[in-house]
């Protein structure tokens, strides 16, 4: 069965960077686009951006331009989402989903990870 | 596209039927709206997608309609499992966007 097991909790400073992992089991892992949404607390969803792990193309919301990297290691079959300059406005849970596969341009997102919740406070 | 789900809160006994709104600001590319269920706690669970195709494993009761800027999810016969917010999302066009959700909780 396709699963996506995330990092741990993180806490971090104000000015900081955080990386966040996905690790993937249960399907084509180059097969299928990766997406990172995050939720503050008591809040809705907000895209943050895709990655194509067979390329590495990535796409990231404007606002998180300049400070989001989406990376890959397609041997250890994980996804890693990397925020830098982080303020206190960032604190959220952090979420990797998966779709679309490489035969769709767009899908919605099928399965999720667990979740990784960071916190930043000085 | 900014997506805007009525009503925030829903209360309704079990067994009734729940009616969300998912309203976008301009036209979502072949019906690319999705909804998804979450609960305290837990990652969001995807219900519909392309407007109303069911994803693996969801029953029937669950059903969504629309198209373009008016799209609603339907519930059926509430279960108390069903109990939890919802979320609408566009995948059509970048950046993807999410409705501010829609909390359907026990009267």
Redesign the interface.
């Known amino acids: 069965q396709v699963q996506m097991v995330q990092s741990g909790t993180e806490v971090k400073r104000p000015g900081a960077s955080v990386k966040v992992s996905c690790k993937t089991s249960g399907y084509t892992f180059t097969s299928y686009d990766i997406n990172w949404v995050r939720q503050a607390p008591g809040q809705g969803l907000e895209w943050v951006g895709w990655m194509n792990p067979n390329s590495g193309s990535t796409g990231y919301a404007q606002k998180f331009q300049g400070r989001v990297r989406m990376t890959r290691s397609a041997s250890i079959r994980t996804a890693y989402m990397e925020l830098s300059s982080l303020g206190s406005d960032d604190t959220a849970v952090y979420y990797c989903a998966r779709g679309p596969p490489s035969y769709l341009a767009v899908a919605a997102f099928d399965y999720w990870g667990q979740g990784t919740l960071v916190t930043v406070s000085s | 596209i900014l997506l805007t789900q009525s009503p925030a809160t829903l209360s309704l006994s079990p067994g009734g039927r729940a009616t969300l709104s998912c309203g976008a600001s301009q036209s979502v590319r072949s019906s690319?709206l999705?909804w998804?269920q979450q609960k305290p706690g837990?990652?969001?669970?995807?219900l519909i997608?392309?407007a109303s195709s069911r994803?693996?494993g969801i029953p029937d009761r669950f059903s969504g309609s629309g198209s373009e800027t008016d799209f609603t999810l339907t519930i059926n016969g509430l279960e108390p499992e069903d109990f939890a917010v919802y979320?609408c999302?566009q995948?059509?066009s970048?950046?993807?966007?999410?409705?501010?959700?829609t909390k359907v909780e026990i009267k």
Do not use: E, H
Request: hydrophobic content about 30%.
């Open positions: 690319y999705a998804y837990l990652a969001p669970r995807l997608y392309d994803a693996t979320y999302q995948y059509g970048s950046p993807l966007t999410f409705g501010g959700g």
